[in-house]
């Protein structure tokens, strides 16, 4: 049955024997515990950061800010996937569960960060602070 997925080979190579070995090794949950992909790019006066979270709704997705440490999680609701459980299924690889990535936003103007998602990228827009000038003065030199 399995043969039949399109361009699967049952060749005897090195990927199937490394994508078969990870397998075994994680016990398939290896999804579980990974993160999503970002892509962090320098714009000039700010960073955009996109992130991969495709098959989520923009309410599953949370953007918290603690500090200086920026917290993007993503959770799939389980109630609708335990539903459709007793479908038949033959092969799953679809897995529900929580994913979480924090980033250090302490040179970031917290005040200005965007956040869009369209087509399963989650984007921010993280503004640079303005380059603060160091206080200057004189020290007088007392004299006795």
């Not at 993160?35 to 098959?55: I, K």
């Not at 921010?124 to 006795?144: N, Y």
Request: with cysteine; hydrophobic share 30%; proline share 3%.
């Amino acid at each position: 049955m399995f043969g039949m997925i399109p361009f699967d080979r049952n060749e005897q190579n090195l990927f199937h024997y490394l994508d078969r070995m990870e397998r075994n090794l994680w016990d398939g949950s290896i999804t579980d515990t990974m993160q999503f992909r970002c892509d962090v790019q320098d714009q000039g006066e700010s960073y955009l950061l996109q992130a991969e979270l495709p098959g989520f709704e923009s309410k599953d997705i949370q953007i918290d800010l603690n500090g200086s440490n920026l917290v993007i999680s993503a959770r799939r609701d389980e109630s609708s996937e335990k539903k459709a459980e007793d479908g038949g299924y033959l092969f799953r690889e679809r897995k529900i569960g929580s994913f979480s990535r924090s980033f250090d936003v302490s040179n970031i103007d917290t005040e200005q960060i965007r956040a869009a998602y369209k087509n399963g990228v989650l984007e921010l827009t993280l503004p640079k602070k303005s380059a603060q000038q160091p206080d200057t003065r004189r020290i007088q030199i007392e004299c006795e």
